[in-house]
């Protein structure tokens, strides 16, 4: 059984840079062919991607957030980070980290239980 938790601050200032952290257990980041994903849902909207990073390290970004969103990992630890810089607050949202097949979509077969971020000064 593959689990994701994420971690990190529940709240940010608008231009500070909101970071991220999904540890995963059950499973390793680097099993060839599994996307692993950041996923957000604002209040009363849907999920949106955001972006992937592969087994392999490649990284993929939604078009929107490219500009100011990295995703990294460190596989000694079994886990990749998001960095989304110049938050505002629609930005506020439950962020998610997911496994999956598919690169570009909010598709996942493991999610973690999500962390809400608000964006606020």
């Known amino acids: 059984q593959v689990q994701l938790q994420e971690s990190g601050p529940g709240l940010v200032k608008p231009s500070q840079t909101l970071s991220l952290t999904c540890t995963v257990s059950?499973?390793?980041?680097?099993?060839?062919?599994?996307?692993w994903k950041w996923i957000r849902q604002p209040p009363g909207k849907g999920l949106e991607w955001m972006g992937t990073?592969?087994?392999?390290?490649?990284?993929y970004f939604s078009p929107s957030l490219q500009s100011r969103t990295s995703i990294s990992r460190d596989t000694s630890k079994n886990q990749f980070t998001l960095q989304l810089s110049s938050v505002t607050p629609e930005d506020t949202a439950v962020y998610y980290c997911?496994?999956?097949?598919?690169?570009?979509?909010?598709?996942?077969?493991?999610r973690g239980q999500g962390t809400q971020v608000t964006v606020s000064s």
């Open positions: 990073i592969s087994y392999s390290g490649s990284t």
């Open positions: 059950g499973g390793s980041i680097t099993t060839n062919y599994y996307y």
């Open positions: 997911a496994r999956g097949k598919v690169v570009h979509t909010t598709g996942y077969d493991y």
